[in-house]
């Protein structure tokens, strides 16, 4: 099954081995050397400490999977074609490229089980470390850090175009904040993140997309978790320049008893214009979670 195109591909995916929908892997705890390795490139590449935004020196990363070692086992679990009516995509739905990344694909023809077919749905769920869930509970303040490339063919929708979420485990509670990718007409489309249980869905900090695709940029989170808890919303673009930056308090942000959990990927609505709904893809890297 060939995976959406793009004349543009990095590096050609490796695969790692065949996955079940809604997989969930046993994870694969790094070695310290791979530790090791792993935060010493993201110090040089400069996600570990971000201008204007660093992360304290005496944190460390309580999540920060190496997609060569870790593969599909740095998440809690997988979501894709729950339906199962292309199982012969399950391959090729959530991949590691190039022994350094993660790409994440998505078909046009896609549709998840949910909303009655009005949706679809290639996202990872969760982070694991040393064999365990990581979990955000109220009170605590968590900064996520992470790379992320979108292409041509990944567009902003006038519907819902998630493509980070944080939700609750035990309830399916939420989304709470999200990343949202928005179309306001023809011509605007706009990167978003969100206080999306808050009346309103009102904006954290957003940016225009279309200079942000085909390059790598930078995202990074810091949320304290809880009823009224708080957000703040940085991305760089490739070159470490600011694009958006935002804080919002009073964010609904619980973990409802139970704890919340990241997902990543591409979650949508059809019923935006088809001409929004192609096969495209999204790629990650340098994901970290430290507590602050």
């Known amino acids: 099954m060939s995976q959406p195109s793009d004349p543009r591909r990095l590096t050609r995916r490796a695969v790692l081995g065949s996955l079940a929908a809604a997989a969930v892997g046993v994870p694969l705890a790094l070695s310290e050397q791979a530790s090791a390795t792993t935060r010493g490139n993201l110090a040089a590449s400069g996600i570990l400490a971000t201008p204007g935004t660093p992360v304290s020196p005496a944190a460390t990363p309580v999540w920060h999977p190496d997609p060569a070692t870790d593969g599909l086992k740095a998440f809690e679990g997988l979501e894709f074609d729950r339906g199962n009516l292309f199982p012969g995509r399950h ?19 896609d549709r998840d089980t ?19 869930p990581v979990k955000m509970t109220n009170g605590q303040t968590w900064n996520i850090t992470y790379q992320m490339f979108m292409p041509d063919t990944l567009h902003g929708t006038s519907r819902f ?74 991305c760089q673009d490739s070159t470490g320049k600011t694009v958006a930056d935002g804080t919002r308090h009073g964010v609904i942000l619980p973990d409802q008893g139970d704890y919340i959990r990241p997902k990543w990927g591409i979650y949508r609505s059809v019923e935006s214009a088809g001409s929004d709904i192609v096969d495209t893809h999204l790629l990650f890297r340098g994901y970290q979670a430290t507590r602050a």
Do not use: C
């Open 91 to 109: 391959g090729d739905y959530i991949i590691v490229e190039g022994g350094d990344h993660y790409r994440f694909n998505i078909w046009k023809d």
């Open 161 to 234: 175009t998630h493509i980070f979420q944080t939700k609750v485990p035990s309830t399916n509670a939420g989304p709470f904040v999200t990343l949202d990718l928005t179309r306001e007409s023809a011509v605007s489309e706009t990167l978003r993140a969100r206080a999306y249980a808050n009346s309103g869905s009102p904006t954290i900090a957003s940016a225009p997309l279309a200079p942000l695709r085909n390059q790598w940029i930078t995202i990074q989170w810091t949320l304290t978790i809880g009823q009224s808890g708080s957000a703040r919303f940085l």
């Open 114 to 132: 949910t909303g009655g077919g009005d949706r679809q749905r290639t996202e990872s769920r969760g982070m694991v470390a040393d064999g365990r």
